[in-house]
C-alpha cells in the first residue's frame, strides 16, 4: 500500500429525513433531521462520516475543507486536522464551520481504517470491549401511550438499564407536566432502571433547583442542561445545591469549550457530540481534558460514529442511543449497531466504522 495515500477527492450529500411523529423538547420543536454526509477517498478506498446540522455544511465540506485536504496524506489525519481549521479562520470556529470540520474528519479515521484494514477502535486502542448506552428520546409532544412504548422498548426489548426523558416543556412554562411525566416514566421503567432527565437549558437557576428538589423522590440521577450550557455560573450554582448529577456539553464546538465548562465546576459528566466538536481527533482531545479534571464523558448522540471512539476512552461513562439518529442510522448505513444488554459492541471485523451508505434507501431523502 502506498503509505502516503494522498486524499484526492472530498464530497458531501444532503439528507432530510422526517420524523416519525411530532417532535419537542424543553425550547425547540422539530419535524425532520438533516443528516450532512462526508465522503473522501484516497487509494481508491472511500471513507464516510457525518453530521446533523443544517445542509449549509455541504457547500464548506465540499467548498474551501475539500481543497485544505485534497493532496495530503489520508493516513495523516492530525496535520490535515489542523490544515482545515486554518483555512477556516476567518469563518469562526463554533457552529456549522465546526459540524464540517467533524464530518470530515471522521471520514477520515473510517478511511484510514479501511486502508489499514483495521477498526477504528482498534487505530485507537481499546479501552472498552462494550460501551454502556441509555435510552433517550421521551419528548415533551409524546402522549403517555407513545412514551410507555417506546420506554418499554429499552427496558423490556433492548434490556437498557438507563433512560432519558425531555422536561423543562415550553421554556419551564409547565413544570407540574414535567414533574407528571417524570412519575410516569418511573411508573413505566420500575425501581431498577435510571432515570435521566434533559431540560435543554429551558429553566432559570432557581427554578431548575426547585424542580430537582421536588424530583427527588422518583430517583432521578442525571439533569441535563437545566440551565442554558452557555450559563457556566448557572449551572455550577444549581450543581452545587442539588445530588443528582449535572451535565452538559454537547454544544462544545472546540476545545476551549470544554476547558472552560471544566474549569468553572459546572458539570459531573461532561458530554461531548462527535458530530460537532471537531470529530474523532478532537473527541479524544476533550475527553483527555475531562480525565485531567476527574470527570467522566458521555458520547451525545449520533451512536454509530461514537461507538469505536467511545471504546477507545477509559474515563467513559456511557453514549446517548437517541431515537431519531438510531432510526436513521439504522435506514441509512449496513453495519448500524443495534443494542444488546444495555450495550453497543463496535465490530471489530470490519475495518474502519463499520458503515456502509445504503444509498438505495438514502436517496428518496437526499436535498442536495
Known sequence: MNL??????????????????????????????????????????????????????????????????????????????????????????????????????????????????????????????????????????????????????????????????????????????????????????????????????????KQAIRVARAMADLDVSWFEEPVSSDDLTGLREVRDQVTLDVTAGEYGYDLAYFQRMLAAGAVDCLQIDVTRCGGITDWLRAAAVAAANNVDVSGHCAPNLHAHVAAAVPNLRHLEYFHDHHRIEQMFFDGALCPDGGVLRPDRQRPGLGLEVKFGDAEPYRVA
Not at 482545515?84 to 477520515?108: E, F, K, Q, W
Open 4 to 205: 502516503d495515500a494522498p486524499i484526492d477527492d472530498v464530497t458531501a450529500q444532503v439528507y432530510q429525513i422526517p420524523t416519525d411523529a411530532p417532535e419537542a423538547d424543553g425550547t425547540l420543536a422539530w419535524s425532520s433531521t438533516t443528516l450532512v454526509l462526508a465522503e473522501v477517498t484516497a487509494a481508491g478506498r472511500r471513507g464516510l462520516g457525518y453530521t446533523y446540522a443544517d445542509g449549509a455544511c455541504s457547500r464548506l465540506i465540499a467548498g474551501p475543507l475539500a481543497a485544505a485536504a485534497t493532496g495530503r496524506s489520508a493516513l495523516d489525519i492530525t496535520g490535515t486536522w489542523q490544515a482545515m481549521v486554518v483555512a477556516m479562520r476567518n469563518n469562526g470556529r463554533p457552529g456549522l464551520v465546526a459540524c464540517a470540520i467533524s464530518a470530515i474528519d471522521t471520514a477520515l479515521w473510517d478511511l484510514k481504517g479501511k486502508l489499514l484494514d483495521l477498526p477504528v477502535c482498534r487505530l485507537l486502542g481499546v479501552a472498552h470491549a462494550e460501551v454502556p448506552i441509555y435510552g433517550s428520546g421521551g419528548f415533551t409532544t409524546y402522549d403517555d401511550p407513545t412514551a410507555r412504548a417506546q420506554l418499554e422498548r429499552w427496558v423490556g426489548d433492548w434490556q437498557i438499564p438507563r433512560v432519558k426523558i425531555k422536561i423543562g416543556e415550553s421554556w419551564g412554562s409547565e413544570v407540574r407536566r414535567d414533574l407528571g411525566r417524570i412519575a410516569f416514566a418511573r411508573r413505566v421503567i420500575g425501581p431498577n432502571t435510571e432515570l435521566y432527565v434533559d431540560a435543554n437549558g429551558g429553566y432559570r437557576r
